[in-house]
């Protein structure tokens, strides 16, 4: 299977090093150094992930990565001079999946492509949990072999705890993931939504505790994938 590439980098001679590195291990590579041209491409054009530098022409990266996640699931990861934490944290809460900071190494990012689009090799089209099973690519999930249907908010909740089984997020960590970083509400949407989420699951082999005064986590269990 080929994996096709997009390069979204105004400095031509990382954008070429970049695209060099990838062509030479099989990738089909495209580079724009254009944000309104990233949604344009997008729209007739199939990739596999998303380079995406943060001060590009026409549409800064943000905003792109804002326009892209309204309809796309591609695999996004910002390559930036900007180090600050709170650019981070936003272009995290905007539904990146990686950051890597100028300069990087080739085989770095190269790895960390590769980990990122497995799921688009199929090899991380399945995941479960204890009585749960989520399709990543379909968006479905089932209790116990059952559907279950689960608002977006509920589902992309479920699917980053269920990656992440054991791991304890405080409020504040979902809530800039899920509702970003300028969000102008409070912490309590979190448990809100948390709550519907319970009731959603209800007895299914796993469980979202409640870490006293700080957060939450699904409970330890061995995960599986399904290839």
């Known amino acids: 299977m080929e994996l096709r590439l997009l390069i979204v980098e105004d400095d031509r001679l990382i954008a070429e090093a970049a695209a060099d590195y990838f062509t030479g291990k099989g990738w089909l590579v ?3 150094e254009d944000g ?3 949604l344009e491409l997008l729209k007739v ?3 596999h992930l998303v380079l995406l530098d943060v001060m590009i022409s026409g549409l800064d990266g943000f905003n792109v990565c804002r326009q892209i996640r309204k309809d796309c699931d591609v695999p996004i990861i910002f390559i930036t001079a900007r180090v600050l934490e709170e650019d981070k944290l936003n ?3 905007l539904g990146a999946d990686d950051y890597v900071t100028k300069p990087f190494s080739l085989p770095v990012l190269y790895a960390k492509a590769m980990a990122l689009t497995g799921r688009v090799q199929g090899l991380h089209s399945f995941v479960e949990l204890g009585g749960l099973k989520v399709d990543t690519r379909s968006r479905k999930v089932w209790r116990f072999g059952e559907i279950l249907v689960l608002p977006p908010k509920e589902y992309e909740m ?3 705890l269920i990656q992440n089984p054991g791991r304890v997020y405080s409020r504040e960590q979902l809530l800039i993931r899920f509702w970003g970083y300028d969000f102008d509400g409070n912490e309590r949407v979190v448990d809100n939504h948390i709550k519907k989420l319970r009731k959603a699951l209800g007895s299914c082999g796993c469980t979202i505790e409640t870490v006293r005064k700080f957060g939450y986590r699904l409970s330890e269990a061995k995960m599986e994938v399904v290839r």
């Open 158 to 160: 479920l699917l980053f």
């Open 91 to 93: 272009g995290y809460s």
């Open 30 to 32: 495209q580079t724009t």
């Open 36 to 38: 309104l041209q990233v």
């Open 45 to 47: 054009r199939c990739f």
